[in-house]
């Protein structure tokens, strides 16, 4: 075979190799751009019926409404029960206040409540002894009365007996010293009359006085008991609050949870109001999770929540419901909110809080505490009746609605 025969078998071989080369990458061509219209197809299907029902984000921490211990009274704290991180169920008892003085304070009001009772109990007896005096008055008016009927008497018998001895004197059928008594008795007539109209007069002013001095009794036990008379009712009232303030010195737990921030100690004196300790319900924990607000178009209240908690990892999952959204975004409440009329203005995307409820089962199971970070799924399939393809202002007001109904 010649040397030219030979080069043309070659340039043949080689023209077949790369003709069978090309039909190979156009094939692969073919499949790859078949699976990536599958995959874009697959992937707009997983969109459109999965992943576009679901929101999600990592800024999300739990939360509980902590419950402050204060005294109600001033004091010096005789023992102190707790510790932080101890658990505590309600009603146990967490610091003591010494009880001297309002021990004190309550034996003093008890005994300002019995002097109260006894004063209006003489208020009542002197009302009976009071009255009783009214029915003596008016029976001395009555004596005096009659004893200025028979002053009067004796003063008309006195005249006739004195203008008959006058008379017969003339004829002397009398003696002058009888004249003389008769004249004598007629001023003892007049001077008893004189004394009986005092008397009438000084019994009718007995009287009034004695009912002037019954009804400013009266005045004090008017439409009363003994139980029910306002001095009582005030030393009482003393009484309990005194009492009250005796069992305040006993600060007792008011929810079960754990003991936190406890800043109290024995021997230091507190006062009224004075944050003394926490107990943190940790078994009525939810979540504040921080959303986009591009991500809250279909969030509403009722949706099922997904939740894993970076404590355990996603090998524990919780579950829960929106319960509530917050009113402002947290740049609103911010000490120093954020002013945008200015000149050099940036938009920054906002994150409105959603509050997310816990299953207390799985809270119970595996607990949590104050503050840790969550991962939330919001699950927006499921739309409540008035609420579907509104934004958040809407599913707010609406829940709003329900509350107050």
């Known amino acids: 075979m010649s040397h030219s025969d030979s080069q043309a078998i070659n340039t043949l071989a080689e023209e077949a190799t790369a003709k069978q080369n090309s039909t190979k990458r156009k094939k692969l061509f073919g499949i790859f751009a078949g699976v990536v219209v599958v995959a874009a197809i697959g992937y707009g299907s997983y969109w459109h019926f999965i992943a576009s029902r679901y929101v999600d984000t990592d800024n999300a921490y739990t939360g509980a409404e902590i419950s402050q211990v204060t005294p109600a009274v001033n004091g010096i704290v005789s023992a102190v029960n707790v510790v932080d991180t101890q658990y505590v169920k309600q009603g146990d008892v967490l610091v003591e206040i010494d009880s001297r003085d309002a021990k004190l304070a309550l034996a003093q009001a008890e005994a300002d409540l019995s002097r109260a009772e006894r004063r209006v109990q003489g208020y009542f007896a002197n009302d009976n002894g009071l009255a009783a005096q009214v029915l003596a008055r008016e029976a001395e008016q009555k004596r005096s009365a009659a004893q200025l009927l028979s002053a009067q008497a004796d003063l008309q018998r006195a005249e006739l007996d004195l203008h008959r001895r006058e008379a017969l004197e003339k004829t002397g059928s009398v003696s002058g010293e009888e004249v003389t008594n008769a004249r004598t008795a007629l001023l003892t007539a007049q001077a008893n009359l004189k004394a009986a109209e005092a008397g009438v007069i000084q019994a009718d002013a007995n009287r009034h006085a004695t009912l002037g001095a019954q009804k400013a009794s009266t005045v004090l036990t008017a439409d009363t008991t003994v139980d029910t008379n306002p001095e009582v009712t005030l030393a009482r009232a003393k009484r309990d609050q005194a009492k009250l303030d005796l069992e305040r010195t006993v600060l007792r737990a008011p929810v079960d949870g754990v003991v936190a921030k ?11 109001g004075a ?27 009722g949706q099922p929540v997904t939740m894993t908690s970076d404590l355990y990892g996603s090998a524990v999952e919780y579950h829960g419901t929106v319960v509530g959204l917050s009113g402002g ?20 995307v906002q994150r409105l809080p959603v509050r997310i409820s816990i299953n207390p089962d799985e809270l ?10 969550m991962d939330v799924t919001i699950d927006t399939r499921n739309q409540p009746a008035g609420t579907k393809d509104q934004p958040v202002a809407s599913a707010t007001a609406t829940a709003t609605t329900a509350a107050k109904r």
């Open 262 to 272: 406890r800043q109290v100690q024995v021997g230091q004196r507190v006062q009224a």
């Open 275 to 301: 944050a003394l300790l926490s107990v943190v319900p940790i078994h009525s924990l939810h979540v504040d999770a921080n959303f986009k607000e591009g991500q809250l178009t279909k969030v509403a209240l």
């Open 329 to 348: 975004t947290g740049s609103a409440f911010a000490m120093i909110p954020a002013q945008n009329a200015t000149g050099n203005w940036i938009k920054v």
């Open 364 to 373: 119970l199971k595996h607990p949590l505490s104050v503050g840790l970070s």
